[in-house]
C-alpha cells in the first residue's frame, strides 16, 4: 500500500540512502532538542534563585521528582507511538499510520485528563510523604498545582513529536521546544518581575511556554498532507494499536521511573560525604551533560532507524544502522569526554567557586568520563531493540543493571572506600554489566526476526 505522505525537506526516510548521513542528520536536532529540554528547567531555578530567593527555589525543587517522573512516564509513552508508527511507515501502511496518529490523539486526551485530576487531588498527600518542609509547603503546592494545569500541553507535545519523529521529522519538535523555551524565558520575566506574581509566576510561564510547543506540533500535524493528516473528528481509539502502544510504552515508562527513583538511592549516599562533596557531584552531573546529550541522540535516531526498518522487513540495514550508531556514537564521545577532561578544571568552575570542590568535580571526571564511550554500547544496543518493539527485554535489563546491581555495588563500596571516587567507580562499572547484556540479547537475533516479520 502506497504513502500518501508530504516529504518537506526536513523529513528523511531511514529506509534508504547513506545511513551515516541520515543518523546525524536526524540525531543533531535532537541534541539540540536535548539541550533546549535542558536549559527550560534552568531558567526556571535562575529566575527563583536570582529573583525570588531560596525559599522559591526549594519550592520549585521540592516539586522536581514528581515533573520527573511524570515527564518519564509520557516520554516512555512517546516511545510506543513513536516505534508504531514508524514501523508503520517503513511498511508503506498508510491505513495504518492514520489510525495510529488518531489513536494516539485520543490517548493523549485520556491520559491528559486523568493525570491532571488525579494529581490536583493527590499533590498535597505526595508532598506530605516527601516531607515537604511546612515553611515551602504553601509554594510547592501552589507550583505543582498550576504545572499540572500544563499537563495536557505536556503531553500533546511528547506525543506530536514522536508522531513527527517517527515519520522522519526530527527537526520540527527542535523547534517548536526553542520556540517554547524561548517564551519561557520571557513568561518568567513577565509573570517574576512585572506582575510580581512569585513562584505562581513560574508556573504560568511553564504553561503558556509547554502550550505554543504544543499548538505549534499540533498545526504542524494538522498541516501534512496525505495520510498523516491530523483532524480533530476523526480521533478514535483503535484497541489494538492502543495494546501495542502500550506493550511498548508502559515498560519505557516504568524504566525511566524507576531509575529516576533509584538515583536518589545514589544521592543519598553522596549526601553522606558532606557539603564539598555534594556540590562536586552538583557540578559533575551539569558537566556531564555535554556527553550524556549527543549519546541519547544518536540512541532516539538509532530507534526510529530501527523501526522504519523493521516495517520495510530489511532486517540487514537494520544491524548497518546499528553498527554506524554505535561508530558514530563512540567517537563523538571519545571526542567530548577528552574535551571535558582536558578543560576539567575550567568546566567545573562554571559551576563552582570553591577549589576544593573544583578538585573533587575533577577526581570524579578522570574516574568516569574516559569509560563514557561504554555508555554508547547500552544506549545504542537498548533503543535498536526498543524500536524493534521490544522495550520489556531492555526494561528488565537496565532496571535490573543500573537499580538492583547498582545499589548492592554501592553500598559494598561506601563500606570499602567511602569517597567520591569510590561513589563515581560504580557508573563505569553498571554501564558495562547493562551493555553487555544488552548486547548478548542483541546477538540472538530473535527480537529481530519477530519484528521483521
Avoid at 516539586?63 to 514501523?87: D, N
Amino acid at each position: 500500500m502506497r504513502m500518501r505522505l508530504n516529504r518537506a525537506k526536513e523529513t528523511i526516510n531511514l529506509t534508504e540512502g547513506p545511513i551515516g548521513r541520515q543518523l546525524i542528520r536526524f540525531a543533531l536536532p535532537l541534541f539540540l532538542g536535548s539541550l533546549l529540554q535542558l536549559l527550560y528547567n534552568t531558567v526556571d531555578l535562575i529566575f527563583a534563585g536570582q529573583f525570588l530567593g531560596k525559599e522559591a527555589s526549594a519550592a520549585v525543587g521540592a516539586s522536581s521528582l514528581i515533573v520527573t517522573c511524570i515527564l518519564g512516564f509520557f516520554t516512555g509513552m512517546s516511545v510506543g507511538v513513536g516505534v508504531v508508527i514508524a514501523k508503520a511507515v517503513g511498511e508503506g501502511n498508510s491505513h495504518k499510520v492514520h489510525r495510529a496518529i488518531h489513536t494516539a490523539a485520543g490517548m493523549t486526551i485520556l491520559f491528559a485528563v486523568f493525570f491532571t485530576a488525579a494529581g490536583l487531588l493527590l499533590a498535597p498527600a505526595v508532598l506530605r510523604w516527601m516531607d515537604t518542609p511546612k515553611d515551602i509547603m504553601a509554594s510547592a503546592l501552589v507550583y505543582l498545582r498550576l504545572y499540572l494545569c500544563s499537563l495536557f500541553s505536556i503531553v500533546s507535545y511528547n506525543i506530536g513529536s514522536g508522531i513527527l519523529r517517527a515519520l522522519g521529522n526530527s527537526s520540527a519538535p527542535m523547534r517548536y521546544q526553542l520556540f517554547g523555551g524561548i517564551a519561557n524565558v520571557f513568561g518568567n520575566a513577565f509573570f517574576i518581575c512585572v506582575l510580581d506574581w512569585g513562584v505562581r509566576g513560574i508556573a504560568m510561564a511553564t504553561v503558556c511556554s509547554q502550550t505554543l510547543a504544543a499548538t505549534l506540533t499540533v498545526l504542524h500535524l494538522w498541516k501534512l498532507e496525505g495520510d498523516a493528516q491530523f483532524r480533530f473528528r476523526k480521533i478514535a481509539l483503535d484497541f489494538a494499536i492502543c495494546r501495542k502502544i502500550l506493550s511498548i510504552g508502559i515498560p519505557a515508562a516504568v524504566q525511566a521511573i524507576v531509575i529516576t527513583l533509584s538515583n536518589l538511592i545514589v544521592q543519598a549516599n553522596i549526601n553522606r560525604l558532606g557539603v564539598d562533596s555534594i556540590a562536586a557531584f552538583t557540578a559533575y552531573f551539569k558537566v556531564e551533560n555535554f556527553i550524556y546529550l549527543p549519546i541519547m541522540a544518536f540512541g532516539s535516531a538509532s530507534s526510529t532507524f530501527t523501526s522504519q526498518n523493521c516495517g520495510a522487513a530489511l532486517p540487514q540495514r537494520v544491524k548497518k544502522g546499528t553498527r554506524m550508531a554505535i561508530l558514530l556514537g563512540i567517537a563523538t564521545t571519545l571526542m567530548t569526554s577528552w574535551t571535558v577532561l582536558l578543560f576539567a578544571e575550567q568546566l567545573f568552575g562554571l559551576f563552582a567557586t570553591e577549589a576544593e570542590v573544583i578538585t573533587l568535580g575533577t577526581q570524579i571526571a578522570w574516574t568516569t568520563y574516559p569509560f563514557y564511550f561504554i555508555y554508547v554500547f547500552l544506549e545504542v544496543f537498548a533503543s535498536t531493540i526498543r524500536g524493534a518493539g521490544k522495550t520489556l527485554p531492555t526494561m528488565v535489563i537496565i532496571v535490573v543493571n543500573m537499580c538492583l546491581v547498582r545499589t548492592a555495588a554501592l553500598t559494598v563500596m561506601m563500606h570499602l572506600n567511602p569517597t567520591v571516587t569510590g561513589v563515581a567507580i560504580i557508573y563505569p562499572l553498571t554501564w558495562t554489566c547493562p551493555a553487555i547484556s544488552l548486547f548478548l540479547y542483541y546477538k540472538r537475533g530473535r527480537w529481530l526476526q519477530e519484528a521483521v516479520s
